[in-house]
């Protein structure tokens, strides 16, 4: 779908955004092969909201039908099960596709309208979090079901714009790491400080003590 043909319907909802395509549903239990087979991702290989690079996952034998559930650079992960249905990204920096299982829901953006790493931004933000808290369902296990997905509203500023506020975010977030960092560093320094002031004044006291 083109981009006009969105902004004319004035539709910002995620189905009318992007292709998704569920994951592929995987039969019995799946173990690694040394050779043949296809990659494939699991809800399991997803780190946080890091970039995912394919290319070190291990190949299993998935059998025929497996060409529309491949995940390619630049497209978006989306948990559909578990405490949180958070969004990553498949590096856009790889040459090396996967297929994608279930639970996993693979997001493809219109490129003319958003930008993937937006879209992940705003998958992960509270508002769209607080979105999918109230449409899950599930006891043992929280899912979000494809009709929820479909309906999620993104806001859709222009690419610029979108760039700059994934740019923005990354800066914000590896300020947040350095401050750790420091201030893990100042809390070394102190104790380290600290433990020779007690050594130097325990030393004190016995040497007074012999005197």
């Known amino acids: 779908m083109l981009c006009s043909v969105i902004y004319r319907i004035k539709s910002d909802s995620l189905a009318t955004l992007c292709e998704i395509q569920t994951g592929y549903t995987a039969r019995g239990r799946l ?32 059998g025929p039908a497996v ?27 790889t040459d090396s596709p996967a297929v994608a299982l279930l639970p996993l829901i ?7 309208c958003l930008e993937p790493a937006y879209l992940v931004w705003f998958i992960n933000q509270p508002e769209s979090q607080r979105y999918f808290d109230k449409c899950a369902h599930g006891t043992s296990m929280r899912m979000i079901s494809r009709r929820c997905l479909d309906d999620l509203q993104v806001a859709v500023p222009d690419i610029a714009t979108q760039r700059r506020i994934v740019e923005i975010d990354s800066l914000a977030r590896r300020e947040r790491e350095l401050m750790h960092e ?3 560093k100042k809390l070394e320094l102190t104790r380290s400080a600290l433990l020779a002031q007690a050594r130097h004044c ?6 007074g003590m012999r005197s």
């Open 31 to 62: 173990q690694p092969i040394k050779s043949g087979g296809v990659p494939a991702i699991q809800l399991r290989d997803l780190q946080g909201e890091d970039e995912l690079d394919p290319a070190c996952l291990p190949n299993y034998n998935l």
């Open 67 to 93: 060409e529309r559930y491949w995940a390619k650079s630049g497209d978006v992960l989306f948990r559909s099960r578990g405490d949180r249905n958070t969004a990553v990204l498949v590096s856009e920096k």
């Open 202 to 207: 325990a030393q004190q006291t016995k040497e």
């Open 106 to 112: 693979v997001l493809r953006p219109y490129r003319q």
């Open 182 to 184: 420091l201030a893990d």
